[in-house]
């Protein structure tokens, strides 16, 4: 995630855009340098699946602005010859059941392009499939399960599993061997109990932990699971206190991982807690979470890279105060990944079902220089960028503590 903080942020609807159906009478589009667009051959639609309720929603809309960016700029620069793009924003309250209905609702129209999401790994196992189906590409910012690429043998046997998705974040293979090697290492944690939400994002997260602790000489000495939507913990508080660990690592999200924090302090276990880009977010912070608590994140904190100097001055222009959130780079540069391969796919010719084959080739063969560095997929549709980042909480604010690549 980022290093800056993230602010509360409006709950908007789910489209910003005004919808225009494809073959509209507008022939022309403004242009960014006072000229003017050819859009005689219609309009196509940018499909976004992300939490614009609920307690996840800060990371939803900085996903769903920052695709709304990424298309005005495209617009702009009249980027799909024929064309004007728009976005069409759909809420999975961070839900699985919600993200196959976002996802039946986008597939249905044969204008939508492209989708970016989704936030959570478990609404993206929903998604994927339905998406398949209509051939659409999916490129999701944030989601870290590397199961959703690879399989479930995704260590020993990797697999393709949808040729139509494709991410442009690290993986949980990644970030939690990342994670535990700062905690083993640096913090000089040998002694850490995990707790987990039981969801597919927070176990495999874990899971992945556990197992690097174990070959750096660490010791788990306690696994307990916590609902996501629980507030009293104290049955789990004096489990773990009992287990006396030097940290506690949590797998899951910031709405319970802040009060987790809090708690664990308040019942006489003051010792860190860990977590991934779950749980950073400022809101993690203002729910509880302490002084030298842990969290790492994908990519290099965004204020930090040259790359994306002109999308942070962008956003901030476009939407003022709000603020793009941990993976509003990511979602910028998904965007962009879609609207390139789109550009590439209708060049000299016309959007149909007949190109859908092409768009996933061309997704798939995409290659840039984004905000989070360069954008390029494997042969699994997983990013080749591999950066991750550890922050540490001090005083009301994150800190970036190390910046690097996972080496074993």
């Not at 174990?214 to 010791?219: E, Q, R």
Request: hydrophobic letters at 35%; proline letters at 3%.
């Amino acid at each position: 995630m980022r290093k800056h903080l993230v602010k509360s942020a409006t709950i908007v609807g789910a489209t910003l855009l005004v919808v225009a159906a494809c073959g509209t009478n507008d022939k022309t589009e403004a242009g960014g340098t006072g000229g003017s667009c050819d859009t005689s051959k219609g309009t196509l639609t940018v499909g976004v699946v992300a939490p614009l309720s609920g307690n996840l929603s800060a990371l939803g809309i900085g996903i769903k602005q920052s695709a709304e960016l990424a298309v005005d700029e495209a617009n702009k620069k009249c980027t799909v010859k024929g064309y004007k793009l728009q976005v069409s924003a759909q809420d999975d309250e961070a839900n699985p059941a919600k993200g196959a209905q976002a996802a039946t609702k986008l597939s249905t129209d044969p204008n939508v392009v492209g989708v970016v999401g989704t936030l959570n790994s478990s609404v993206a196992q929903t998604v994927q499939p339905i998406l398949k189906d209509k051939k659409i590409p999916q490129v999701s910012p944030a989601n870290t399960n590397p199961s959703l690429s690879r399989g479930n043998d995704f260590l020993t046997a990797p697999k393709r599993q949808f040729d139509n998705y494709f991410r442009v974040c690290a993986t949980d293979d990644l970030q939690g061997p990342f994670a535990a090697n700062y905690m083993v290492e640096k913090a000089g944690k040998k002694k850490i109990a995990i707790i987990t939400d039981g969801k597919t994002y927070g176990k495999g997260l874990a899971d992945e932990f556990a197992k690097q602790v174990a070959k750096k000489g660490g010791t788990i000495v306690g696994t307990e699971t916590i609902g996501e939507k629980d507030t009293d913990f104290s049955g789990v508080v004096s489990k773990i206190k009992a287990l006396a660990p030097e940290a506690v690592y949590y797998g899951g999200e910031y709405p319970a991982a802040g009060p987790l924090s809090k708690q664990l302090k308040d019942g006489g276990l003051n010792v860190p807690l860990m977590g991934g880009d779950g749980i950073y977010d400022q809101k993690f912070i203002d729910l509880g979470g302490k002084e030298g608590d842990l969290a790492t994140s994908v990519g290099a904190p965004t204020e930090s890279l040259a790359t994306a100097k002109a999308f942070v001055t962008a956003y901030k222009e476009k939407f003022g105060k709000e603020d793009y959130a941990a993976y509003g780079a990511f979602s910028y540069d998904a965007a962009n990944s879609i609207i390139g391969a789109l550009a590439k796919t209708v060049e000299g010719g016309e959007w149909g079902d007949a190109k859908r084959d092409a768009m996933l080739t061309n997704v798939g063969s995409y290659s840039g220089s984004g905000a989070t560095g360069e954008v390029k997929f494997d042969q699994y549709g997983d990013s080749t960028n591999k950066v991750l980042t550890v922050y540490q909480v001090a005083g009301t604010k994150w800190d970036d503590v190390q910046t690097g690549e996972f080496t074993g």
